[in-house]
């Protein structure tokens, strides 16, 4: 038997791969990762505690690897062969994304590793969008963009052999792991000629500029890569001084003592030069960077709760207004972590302290009381997944014209599965399996 790459190495392979990549693409994208680290440093030396908690929850290590990117392809067998090369990274396909709701043609997953040995490792996830041609309402307009799609491979021979040798190895060796990330980055590299002439694309882009975004290239470009920050609010405030111009408001909820779910921020697409295959010049705006602060994880009551008081915050035009309104419609959200665990509205992972150690629960015990008497400590579990208002406010920062909500506008998980291959996994059950499984690891058997 071959001595066979980790799915988690093939993985960070990648991600440094996809980073690099990206930042020769486009280096706005350079600046806003050393501003993150640099915040990032300064945030852990300026809270101690921060920095040990971290470092305890084992999560220190993977903070300056940790980013996400996106991506967007047209057809059912462009988004089943991602789930297929995706998997030998050691990534899945995990929830469900109607973006349809906010006026943007498409519904989407996240392909991430779901282990947390892999997570600890590396986390990087993609965020990739399938478009849904049935938006596009000029039947000819249609049809010419699915003959496009179909027309052209967004993988190259190399990646497709290496996918296959996986599956039927089960692993690649380090030669062919090399072979495959560099093979696999081809289909996220920028082409800055178009597969159409400037009239189909400003057709397409007229139905909607996501939809010429992703019929009218060669691959599915990266369209942002993001790092994760310590403190979103101090990036955001210290772009412009990097040359970069921030979105006007941060997605997702306030700063709080214990933040929750996902804050985002991003700067707006570069418009970037393009020829048209009829040989005239044009531009296109695509991509863009983006940073991201992430926070615990939410049961299905706090997310309840959650999207409840972030539909009665609204949005606005302000950061600061914004973030002020936001502050005052979340003092309905505890935030103080024992009444987040009391009311069962985030997830926890446990663990025995050493005086737990010394003395393990004993059946009958309640974790309460196992916390109260120092014998056991719970942190939050940390939120590895997205939030649809979030991603169609990034989306639409970044779509320059007016968006126009689409009646046809509803979810359809099931369509998505049946062109993904596979079933998209439940995030909450993998969070909730989390938990549980902490506690049983403290030989706790409750609940
Ligand atoms: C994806 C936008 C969503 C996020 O972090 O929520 C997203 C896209 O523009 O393709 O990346
Ligand atoms: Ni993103």
């Not at 349809?100 to 996830?125: I, K, M």
């Not at 178009?194 to 990266?222: K, N, P």
């Not at 695509?286 to 706090?302: D, K, M, N, V, W």
């Not at 309460?368 to 400590?377: D, F, I, K, T, V």
């Amino acid at each position: 038997m071959e001595n066979f790459l980790s799915s988690d190495a093939i993985r960070t392979l990648f991600s440094q791969a996809m980073s690099a990549m990206y930042q020769q693409e486009v280096p706005q994208y350079g600046a806003l990762t050393q501003l993150v680290s640099a915040v990032n440093e300064r945030t852990l030396e300026a809270t101690p505690a921060l920095k040990d908690r971290l470092a305890a929850a084992d999560e220190l290590a993977r903070l300056s690897v940790e980013r996400h990117g996106a991506i967007r392809v047209g057809t059912a067998a462009e988004l089943s062969l991602l789930r297929e090369m995706f998997a030998v990274m050691g990534m899945e396909p995990v929830g469900y994304y109607d973006l349809s709701q906010a006026g943007v043609p498409v519904h989407s997953t996240a392909f991430r590793p779901v282990s947390e040995a892999a997570l600890r490792r590396n986390p990087f996830r993609v965020f990739t969008s399938l478009l849904r041609p049935e938006l596009i309402d000029d039947p000819a307009l249609h049809a010419r963009a699915m003959a496009i799609l179909d027309a052209r491979d967004i993988f190259t021979p190399g990646c497709r052999r290496l996918i296959r040798r996986h599956q039927e190895q089960g692993g690649l060796n380090a030669r062919d792991a090399a072979a495959f990330v560099s093979e696999a980055l081809e289909t996220f590299r920028w082409h800055a000629q178009t597969t159409v002439d400037s009239t189909t694309y400003h057709a397409l882009s007229q139905q909607h500029r996501l939809i010429a975004d992703v019929v009218c290239f060669r691959g599915c470009h990266i369209n942002h890569l993001t790092p994760r920050t310590l403190d979103i609010d101090r990036v955001q405030a210290l772009m412009p001084s990097r040359g970069i111009e921030p979105k006007v408001l941060i997605e997702g909820p306030p700063r709080r003592q214990v933040p929750i779910l996902l804050r985002q921020t991003s700067f707006k697409a570069l418009e970037e030069a393009v020829h048209f295959s009829d040989g005239t010049p044009g531009t296109h705006t695509a991509r863009f960077g983006e940073i991201e602060q992430r926070g615990a994880a939410l049961t299905p009551a706090g997310r309840a709760l959650y999207d409840r008081l972030l539909a009665a915050a609204g949005s606005g035009s302000d950061n600061a207004q914004h973030q002020q309104r936001l502050s005052e419609v979340f003092r309905d959200f505890p935030d103080d972590e024992e009444t987040l665990r009391e009311h069962q509205l985030a997830w926890f992972r446990y663990r025995l302290t050493e005086r737990g150690e010394q003395q393990p629960p004993r059946a009958g015990e309640s974790v309460s009381a196992l916390l109260q008497a120092g014998r056991l400590q719970a942190e939050p579990i940390v939120y590895e997944d997205f939030l649809p208002v979030s991603a169609a406010g990034i989306f639409q920062s970044n779509l320059g014209n007016a968006v126009t909500t689409r009646e046809a506008g509803h979810a359809s998980q099931a369509a998505f599965e049946a062109a993904l291959g596979a079933s998209v996994q439940d995030e909450m059950a993998l969070y909730a399996q989390m938990q549980q499984r902490s506690l049983i690891r403290c030989g706790i058997h409750e609940g």
